[in-house]
């Protein structure tokens, strides 16, 4: 079990922080993604013992936190959602990416809700199928299948916009 | 990746790609995150402080209580019938009020007297069956 310690939340800030926003994006609000990451580092720091496993639990009270500040906010439309969502850069464009970052943005966007969520969480915050199963509040084996799906509907989209790979 | 085995290597050379895209900056402020836990941190340690600050010194003001309450309702002690019988050791002073003596002189007579003549100089005790002596009453009202 790892201590809590100012160095160690530097340490998962560092390691984390990137992909717990980009979480927080799609299952909340964008623009409070930075306050419910920020939360949920401090909320993690008030623990009087650690949890057993950080980065599920980093990436669970997300989703929490995320969900509740969204449900307090309902007078906001889904549209108004997508449309900051839009706004929003989720990926820093480089060049050697082997996909084009606004392309598949465009394609995370069209994806279901719950399959954006399990890409991301399988993809960038690199997490394994019971971590994401434990996270969502789903099995295993539904998570396994979802997954594949959005990776279907992601490669069948990005067909046309996948640059040549060497 | 993790179970890749179910996955096909178009599905993994997928994940592949998509995982060297690199999530945006996501704008939080590294030092005021730092600074926020700190601050919260030494908020944690004051309240701990304080509950135990609040917590010693309401077990002090209730030993105080308990200490002050038993000291005004204690019992006088009665009488044991067929107890051991007390003796009060008295001086030869109050035997005889003629001689009365300031009890500090008392005992430099008696002191002088052991020292010359030896234990046999102290005065018998009186007493019957099983005595015990004592210089003073355990009780005012005793």
């Known amino acids: 079990m790892t201590e809590l310690s100012f160095t160690n939340l530097g340490r998962w800030y560092d390691e984390l922080g990137s992909s717990l926003a980009l979480y927080a994006r799609q299952v909340g609000d964008a623009h409070e993604a930075e306050d419910v990451v920020q939360e949920v580092f401090l909320r993690l720091m008030a623990q009087r013992r650690p949890p057993r496993d950080v980065k599920a639990w980093l990436f669970r009270s997300v989703r929490n936190e995320a969900i509740s500040r969204g449900r307090s906010r309902r007078r906001r439309t889904l549209r108004e959602r997508r449309q900051a969502l839009g706004r929003a850069e989720l990926f820093e464009p480089r060049a050697d990416d082997l996909i084009d970052a606004r392309a598949a943005q ?11 969520e399990l890409v991301v969480l399988r993809i960038w915050a690199d997490m394994t199928l019971e971590q994401i199963a434990h996270t969502t509040g789903l099995s295993v084996p539904t998570v396994f299948r979802r997954y ?12 046309s916009c996948t640059k040549t790979t060497t | 990746m993790h179970e890749n085995d179910h996955l096909t290597p178009a599905e993994t050379e997928l994940e592949r790609a998509l995982g060297r895209l690199t999530p945006a900056d996501p704008g939080l402020d590294r030092d005021r995150l730092m600074f926020l836990a700190g601050q919260a941190a030494g908020r944690r340690e004051r309240r701990r402080w304080q509950a135990a600050v609040i917590g010693l010194a309401a077990a002090l003001a209730f030993a105080m209580g308990l200490a002050s309450w038993r000291t005004g309702h204690l019992p006088a002690t009665p009488p044991v019938p067929g107890g051991p019988a007390i003796v009060h050791q008295t001086s030869s002073a109050e035997e005889d009020p003629s001689s009365a003596v300031p009890p500090g002189m008392a005992y430099l007579r008696l002191r002088d007297a052991v020292l010359d003549e030896g234990l046999d100089a102290l005065p018998a005790v009186k007493s019957s069956g099983q005595a015990i002596p004592v210089r003073q009453p355990l009780l005012p009202g005793a």
């Open chain 1, 106 to 116: 465009a394609v995370l966007e069209r994806l279901d809700a719950d399959q954006r």
């Open chain 1, 148 to 159: 594949r799906s959005a990776l279907s509907t992601i490669r069948k989209e990005m067909q």
